[in-house]
Each structure stands twice: as structure tokens, then as C-alpha cells.
């Protein structure tokens, strides 16, 4: 075939290409050449600067809500009335304690009592937290005492480039208190593990409070820094005002109150306390050997934080999106999931039932010319139970991958694989929410989404799904879902993207399933008006 191997070799270049050859009995060689353009990595990118961005809770929640203000959403509080505030065809969010937010769309055809929508997800990781008395040295280390927040892989966070990130609560010029977000990007501390040499156990341990402690620095050079000698080091100036604490310089070391003063732009002095915790400052990226990979902190669960906030802006993204929409698009991301959600930003407070209660109630709009909420329809008197009896929540968070070295870990035929679609989680113990109606309802939307462009599949549109349930021998996580099932007596499924190594400092995932689940979550919003009224369990 004169001429073919540079065409080919051009082609190549563009394009992933696959050849199949048929021999025949008169070795004439028939050659077809299928070609298939490379997916596309955009959303893997995308969701790369979210986590980049969002070492802590209060960063996810800053990195969503800039993402919703651009997409045209507009924040309202708790504290205030909604009734002349939210219109029809309008887009909102809310925040509680800067670690969590929910965000919604009305839509236009919306009437009080009508279903919501809803995809729900957490904000928080396993790390380590900043002891409030932080200050230790010991053999001319200094070094900062931590505290272990959820159920984290530890050993993984030894010989790790580490850093600090959270809050400060700063006093302003006029005398007022913000808070002010800190994300410091150069790494400042390190938990060394012991040499070989010096301890020749055959497993890894240590002890959580001894020996988890990460180093700062050298107690010579700071006290260089500061001018002082071992003479002079504990010389402190008594006079001042009484202070029922200690200030913050006296409970962590001086230098590391100055680097978060001067990352929040205030004086050190106008620091008055401060939440920190410790994150890898090495940079989430794509991998593997055809980039079909992600190699990163926090998978669980930014990732599926992430996929819930792109859905919810790409649904309502069209103009005439909301238009013919009876019902309203909800997204939910809490905090403090790993420690159990008993906080008043946890998915177990008060939180997402209060909004509903409050979103359930708003009426139909009379006429163009009466476009606000600040009548309300004479019988509410049950309608926040009739919007709860008909909306449906995916509780969204991270699932396992199969995993090559521990095949037998899994069950036999419940093993998800990376970039085959999310997973959804079935545990006959209701660890997880799922059922058989809320799983036909996820097949009808993923049957009815974008099709991905990972997809080998014919089809025009839809992207896959599949299924987990735990063996019989092992332990089961839970989730959300459940606890917002019980608390609402909404029709609820968990779901997630299969990952590996879940809750250690570096996890990784498949870069297709990022668009796999967005996809999935916009369809289900688009398509949940149409969906709800035909899937009836009473």
C-alpha cells in the first residue's frame, strides 16, 4: 500500500488509532482503519485547580462560590428573609461557618410543595489540625504539636513537603473581627520518620501523640532570627492588659503567628486565634502512561465536591434552562463528614432541612409583574412534608477502586474499575441509602446524559454506571446519606468515583470519570422534573 506510512504516521500524530487486518486465503490483506480522537481532559484539568486551590474546607467552599458568582449566582444569609429576596428563574447560595455551602436554582414553573433536586457532598479530608497550645521543642528542634482529624492513613503523612492552611480571625482597623482565609504555599514542616539503622521493626508504627509531631526548624536558627541567645530566650515583658489566653505568639512559636499575619495582611498582633491545619504542598496532576490518571490529596471528597458544583452551573447555564422547570436544582457540599457530622455544619445539623424548609414554601409566581415571594400561599401548612415526600438526594462521596495488589479484598462480582463510570453503593445494612427506585430513577438519567469523550460506545448520549457492595467478611464506610435519608424521609442513593487509597495524603483516581459524574449530575438535574413524576413508590 504505497504511500500508507506517511499518511498513517500523520494520522497517529492527531489521533489514537486502531488497525484490524483480515488475511485471506489468497493472502490479500484488507486493512481497516477506525480512529477515535483522544478524550479530552478538560473537566480533569478543571477539577485540578479546584483541589489546587482548596487545602481546607474554608478554601472549598471559596473555590465553589467563585465558581457560582461567575455562573450568575447570588448570595443570600441565613439571618435574612428570603421572601422578597428569591425569584423565580433565580439563582442563590448560602454559607455556614465558611466550611460549608448549599446552593440552588428555582425553577420558573415552581410551585410551593413541589420536588427539589438534590446532590450532596462533603468539604473536609483526614489531616492533621494545629494543637491550640502548639509550641514544642526538643533537642534544638522546634517543633508544632498536631492533633489527627478523621480516620486519615497517617503513616502516609511521613517525609512529606507539608504546610498550613485554614483561618485567622483577624481584628480589623475599626476595631471589628473577620475572618481571613491563609493558604501558605512554601513547605515549612516536615514529620521525619526514624532510619532504618535505628529501628528494624518489620511493620511501620508509631504513636499517634509522640511521635507524629512534625519539625519547623532549627531552635538556633530562630532564636537567631529574633536576636536573642539561650541566654535571653525566655525573657517576656510582663506589662500589658489582662488577657484571659495566653496570645497566640506565646502559644505557638512567634515566627509561624508572623507568616500568618503577613499571608492575611494584618500585624501580628492583630491575630487573635486561628484554625490551622497541615496539607501536602506537593501539586495535584494527571498520570499514568496515557494521562488517564490523577494522583492527589483529597479525592475524598473534593472530587465529587467539585463534579456536584460544574453540574449544577452547566444545568442552569443555558438561558431558557429554568423555564419550563417545576422543581428546584440543589447542591449541598458540609463539612466535618470524616468526624460523623454532628456539627452545626455537618450534614447531621440542622442544615439542609432548614433550607427546604424555607425554599418549600415559596409560591408560584402570579404574573410577570409579580415576580417576587413576599406572598405566601394561605395553606403551607404541609408542604415542606409534600416537597420532602417527592425531591431525591444523591449523597455524593468517593468509592473504592478494585485494587491490583488486594484483589481479594473485594467482592466477586462487585469490583469497580477507574474510568468506567461512578459507582453506585449498595449495603444491605443501610450503610449506604441506596435502593431499587432510586437506582432505576440514576439509570434513567445517566441513560439520558452527555456522552463522554472517553466513550467507545455508539450511542449519541449516555455515560455509565456501576455497582459495589462490600463482602460479607469486611467492614462497610457510610456516608451522608443515610443520616439526610432518616432525618427527611427523602428517596436517597449513594454513589461515588472509584478511587484508590482512599483517606491517605496521595490518592488517585481515573481522569475520565470527572466528566462521567458531571455529566451524570447535570443530567439529572435537567431531566429530574420529567423523571420524578414517573417513578411512583408510596
Known amino acids: 500500500m504505497p504511500g500508507t506510512s506517511s499518511k498513517l504516521a500523520a494520522l497517529l500524530h492527531q489521533t489514537t488509532t486502531t488497525r484490524t487486518c483480515i488475511i485471506g486465503p489468497a493472502q490479500r490483506r484488507s486493512c481497516a482503519l477506525s480512529t477515535m480522537s483522544k478524550p479530552s481532559l478538560k473537566a480533569a484539568e478543571d477539577f485540578l485547580s479546584f483541589v489546587n486551590a482548596s487545602p481546607t474546607p474554608f478554601h472549598a467552599v471559596k473555590s465553589a462560590r467563585e465558581r457560582l458568582e461567575k455562573a450568575g449566582f ?213 498520570g499514568g502512561l496515557n494521562n488517564e490518571l490523577i494522583f492527589s490529596a483529597r479525592l475524598d471528597n473534593l472530587m465529587m465536591s467539585y463534579c456536584s458544583v460544574d453540574a449544577l452551573v452547566k444545568s442552569v447555564s443555558p438561558e431558557t434552562s429554568l423555564d419550563k422547570d417545576s422543581t428546584i436544582r440543589l447542591i449541598a457540599l458540609f463539612d466535618h463528614e470524616e468526624i460523623g457530622s454532628q456539627t452545626a455544619q455537618g450534614a447531621d445539623s440542622n442544615l439542609l432541612p432548614a433550607v427546604i424548609r424555607r425554599l418549600s414554601v415559596l409560591p408560584a409566581s402570579e404574573s ?32 473504592h477502586s478494585v485494587h491490583p495488589n488486594y484483589p481479594a479484598k473485594y467482592e466477586s462480582q462487585h469490583r469497580p474499575e477507574m474510568n468506567k463510570g461512578t459507582v453506585i453503593k449498595v449495603n444491605a445494612n443501610a450503610r449506604y441509602a441506596t435502593n431499587s427506585p432510586g437506582i432505576v430513577l440514576l439509570q434513567e438519567a445517566a441513560r439520558r446524559a452527555k456522552k463522554a469523550s472517553s466513550s467507545i460506545s455508539t450511542a449519541k448520549e449516555g455515560v455509565p454506571l456501576q455497582l459495589f457492595v462490600v463482602r460479607n467478611d469486611s467492614s462497610c464506610g457510610s456516608t451522608i446519606g443515610p443520616m439526610l435519608s432518616a432525618a427527611m424521609g427523602a428517596r436517597t442513593l449513594d454513589l461515588g468515583n472509584p478511587q484508590l487509597s482512599m483517606h491517605s495524603i496521595r490518592e488517585t483516581c481515573g481522569a475520565h470519570d470527572v466528566e462521567h459524574a458531571v455529566n451524570l449530575f447535570e443530567s439529572f438535574f435537567v431531566h429530574f422534573d420529567e423523571l420524578e413524576k414517573k417513578i411512583i413508590v408510596d
Not at 400561599?377 to 404541609?382: I, L, S, V
Request: hydrophobic share 35%; net charge negative; glycine share 6%.
Open 368 to 399: 410577570s409583574s409579580d415576580k417576587s415571594y413576599d406572598k405566601l400561599e394561605a395553606d403551607t401548612a404541609t408542604v415542606y412534608e409534600q416537597t420532602l415526600s417527592t425531591s431525591f438526594l444523591i449523597s455524593a462521596d468517593m468509592a
Open 74 to 286: 447570588t448570595q443570600i444569609k441565613e439571618r435574612d428573609s428570603w421572601a422578597s429576596t428569591l425569584l423565580p428563574g433565580g439563582k442563590y447560595f448560602l454559607t455556614r461557618n465558611g466550611s460549608s455551602i448549599v446552593a440552588f436554582a428555582i425553577g420558573k414553573k415552581w410551585k410551593a410543595g413541589n420536588p427539589i433536586a438534590m446532590v450532596g457532598a462533603h468539604t473536609d479530608s483526614p489531616c492533621l489540625r494545629i494543637k491550640p497550645v502548639s509550641k514544642r521543642q526538643s533537642d534544638g528542634f522546634l517543633q508544632v504539636a498536631v492533633e489527627t482529624y478523621g480516620g486519615g492513613l497517617w503513616h502516609t503523612w511521613f517525609d512529606r513537603d507539608l504546610s498550613i492552611a485554614g483561618r485567622a480571625m483577624v481584628k480589623t482597623k475599626d476595631g471589628t473581627i473577620e475572618q481571613r482565609l491563609v493558604k501558605v504555599d512554601r513547605p515549612i514542616l516536615r514529620v521525619p520518620t526514624l532510619a532504618i539503622h535505628l529501628d528494624r521493626q518489620e511493620k511501620f508504627e508509631f504513636n499517634k501523640e509522640s511521635q507524629l509531631f512534625p519539625i519547623a526548624g532549627l531552635a538556633a536558627a530562630e532564636l537567631n532570627r529574633q536576636g536573642k541567645t539561650e541566654e535571653t530566650k525566655d525573657e517576656e515583658k510582663k506589662d500589658g492588659p489582662f488577657e484571659p489566653l495566653a496570645a497566640p505568639t506565646q502559644r505557638h512559636h512567634p515566627y509561624l503567628v508572623d507568616i500568618i499575619a503577613e499571608e492575611v495582611g494584618a500585624n501580628t498582633t492583630d491575630i487573635l486565634d486561628f484554625e490551622m491545619v497541615l496539607y501536602d504542598t506537593q501539586k495535584s496532576v494527571v
